[in-house]
């Protein structure tokens, strides 16, 4: 009896000094968020971890190289180790105290970048996102996808391709390349694809994914990935609707449409979101403007839209990088400016405006940076590169390649490293490379053309696709 006594004595005490206000704090930190032993253990936790601060880009490619700047990396390379998002071990090129050099590891996905050595173990404060660039087209009856290597430029067939599935009028892909979507003449609905997120492959996921009006040709999605907008070429309308990012699955917003005796053409939405403009062929020779709701994706008129030009046979539709200026590629050799009012939307005309292009000049790409945009002309042979003066949009006369023949359709990767020339009367098509300085484009693979599978390549289109 003496001794359970005892020992409740000695509980009770103890239980005392715990929960104590001089000794609680010690015995439960957690519980005190001016623990002072909780900041003694963890000061000197954290002083010894290896850190990384820094990534010198925040995105890129598989076998890319970057460079780690941050704090408590072992000077010996073989003692620290560096792991990707998916528990993939990269390439450790070299190593200081303070600056680290790696490759990313084929296999990475996106997410923040961890460290590992004999001082412990923590992630970087940023995530570095992994991308797979890739370029798809149909040929025949068939389409093909390539992978792209955006660090050499070289190109090959994923597995599988070519494979069965005609695309007529080519695919506009999500911003994030899961989902992709085409229309065509003579249909009154779109159809929508779903992307191997590794090969890049399409395959059909919904053959009536949407309804529009008749001859839904020319697409563009907003720069928020939510909204899809569908220009009808004869039905002189255009359908906007609501991407589910998960499913792939389109809700109607609604068909807008204003007074106009023409049929619609390519079509563009500033960067920035807020308008977005179309090409419309006959009657006055308009460009008709909308502007953007940001929150639910319907659009209203601008006012004084339609824009007329008097210009007939406007095809390619682009606006610059900085939401400032808008061009109409016209097929009698010139291209329309517009300066854009950033306010509301509305249309002037560039002094200098039309400037002159190359003959029958047809289907053209705005480079990202906003200061080169490149043309093609419809049965001809030159591929045309304009310099762009950011601070009035005035163009410069075409600085010209020429090669091959019949060149239709031409565009750029995401980054505008590389570019892309359809040959429709040939089974083949052109690579070329851009020069980041001076926008001059140089063809790759010798100036020969890569082969296809078929005859009357449709529009090549270079996507990328983040790896999670």
């Given at each position: 009896?003496r001794?359970?006594?005892?020992?409740?004595?000695?509980?009770?005490?103890?239980?005392?000094?715990?929960?104590?206000?001089?000794?609680?704090?010690?015995?439960?930190?957690?519980?005190?968020?001016?623990?002072?032993?909780?900041?003694?253990?963890?000061?000197?936790?954290?002083?010894?971890?290896?850190?990384?601060?820094?990534?010198?880009?925040?995105?890129?490619?598989?076998?890319?190289?970057?460079?780690?700047?941050?704090?408590?990396?072992?000077?010996?390379?073989?003692?620290?180790?560096i792991?990707?998002?998916?528990?993939?071990?990269?390439?450790?090129?070299?190593?200081t105290?303070?600056?680290?050099?790696?490759k990313?590891?084929f296999?990475?996905?996106s997410?923040?970048?961890r460290?590992?050595?004999?001082?412990?173990?923590s992630?970087?404060?940023?995530?570095?996102i992994?991308?797979?660039?890739?370029?798809?087209?149909?040929?025949?009856?068939?389409?093909?996808?390539?992978?792209?290597?955006?660090?050499?430029g070289?190109?090959?067939?994923?597995?599988?391709?070519?494979?069965?599935?005609?695309?007529?009028?080519?695919?506009?892909?999500?911003?994030?390349?899961?989902?992709?979507?085409?229309g065509?003449?003579?249909?009154?609905?779109?159809?929508?694809?779903?992307?191997?997120?590794?090969?890049?492959?399409?395959s059909m996921?919904?053959?009536?994914?949407?309804?529009?009006?008749?001859?839904?040709?020319?697409?563009?999605?907003?720069?928020?990935?939510?909204?899809?907008?569908?220009?009808?070429?004869?039905?002189?309308?255009?359908?906007?609707?609501?991407?589910?990012?998960?499913?792939g699955?389109l809700?109607?917003?609604?068909?807008?449409?204003?007074?106009?005796?023409?049929?619609?053409?390519?079509?563009?939405?500033?960067?920035?979101g807020?308008?977005?403009?179309?090409?419309?062929?006959?009657?006055?020779?308009?460009?008709?403007?909308?502007?953007?709701?940001?929150i639910?994706?319907?659009?209203?008129?601008?006012?004084?839209?339609?824009f007329?030009?008097?210009?007939?046979?406007?095809?390619?539709?682009?606006?610059?990088?900085t939401?400032?200026?808008?061009?109409s590629?016209?097929?009698?050799?010139?291209?329309i400016?517009?300066?854009?009012?950033?306010?509301?939307?509305s249309?002037?005309?560039?002094?200098?405006?039309?400037?002159?292009?190359?003959?029958?000049?047809?289907?053209?790409?705005?480079?990202?940076?906003?200061?080169?945009?490149?043309?093609?002309?419809?049965?001809?042979?030159?591929?045309?590169?304009?310099?762009i003066?950011?601070s009035?949009?005035?163009?410069?006369?075409?600085?010209?390649?020429?090669?091959?023949?019949?060149?239709?359709?031409?565009?750029?990767?995401?980054?505008?490293?590389?570019?892309?020339?359809?040959?429709?009367?040939?089974?083949?098509?052109?690579?070329?490379?851009?020069?980041?300085?001076?926008?001059?484009?140089?063809?790759?693979?010798?100036?020969v053309?890569?082969?296809?599978?078929g005859?009357?390549?449709?529009?090549?289109?270079?996507?990328?696709?983040e790896?999670?």
């Open positions: 009896m001794n359970l006594i005892i020992i409740v004595f000695l509980l009770s005490n103890l239980n005392f000094c715990m929960v104590h206000p001089l000794w609680k704090p010690y015995f439960f930190p957690e519980q005190d968020e001016n623990s002072k032993l909780l900041k003694i253990l963890t000061a000197a936790y954290l002083f010894n971890l290896p850190k990384i601060y820094t990534i010198s880009k925040l995105n890129g490619v598989e076998g890319e190289v970057l460079t780690l700047l941050g704090s408590n990396f072992s000077e010996n390379s073989t003692e620290n180790m792991y990707f998002s998916g528990n993939v071990q990269a390439e450790i090129l070299s190593s105290q303070n600056t680290m050099v790696i990313v590891p296999g990475a996905k997410g923040r970048i460290i590992a050595n004999a001082n412990g173990i992630d970087s404060f940023d995530e570095f992994v991308f797979r660039y890739f370029l798809t087209f149909s040929a025949g009856s068939n389409t093909e996808t390539y992978g792209l290597n955006l660090l050499t070289n190109i090959s067939a994923v597995s599988g391709s070519p494979y069965a599935l005609n695309i007529p009028l080519g695919a506009k892909f999500s911003i994030d390349g899961k989902f992709a979507f085409s065509g003449f003579g249909q009154t609905t779109i159809q929508s694809y779903s992307v191997n997120q590794q090969t890049g492959v399409l996921l919904n053959a009536s994914a949407g309804t529009t009006t008749v001859d839904p040709v020319f697409f563009v999605f907003h720069p928020n990935g939510r909204f899809l907008y569908v220009s009808s070429f004869s039905g002189a309308s255009i359908a906007a609707f609501e991407l589910n990012t998960f499913t699955n809700s109607k917003i609604g068909d807008y449409s204003q007074s106009c005796t023409c049929s619609l053409n390519h079509l563009d939405i500033t960067p920035d807020k308008f977005l403009y179309v090409n419309g062929n006959g009657g006055s020779e308009p460009i008709m403007g909308y502007s953007v709701n940001q639910n994706g319907s659009l209203a008129n601008i006012a004084g839209s339609p007329n030009t008097g210009v007939p046979n406007m095809e390619a539709l682009l606006i610059d990088s939401s400032t200026y808008l061009y590629v016209v097929q009698s050799s010139v291209i400016a517009r300066r854009i009012n950033t306010l509301d939307g249309l002037t005309s560039l002094s200098g405006s039309p400037f002159t292009g190359t003959t029958n000049n047809f289907r053209a790409v705005m480079h990202p940076s906003g200061k080169f945009l490149y043309t093609v002309n419809i049965l001809g042979a030159t591929l045309g590169k304009h310099n003066n950011t009035d949009g005035s163009l410069s006369l075409p600085s010209n390649l020429v090669f091959g023949e019949n060149l239709q359709f031409v565009t750029l990767d995401p980054t505008g490293k590389f570019g892309f020339v359809s040959n429709t009367s040939s089974t083949n098509f052109y690579m070329f490379q851009v020069d980041e300085t001076t926008g001059t484009p140089t063809l790759l693979n010798g100036g053309g890569y082969a296809t599978s005859a009357n390549n449709t529009v090549p289109v270079a996507y990328r696709i790896q999670r």
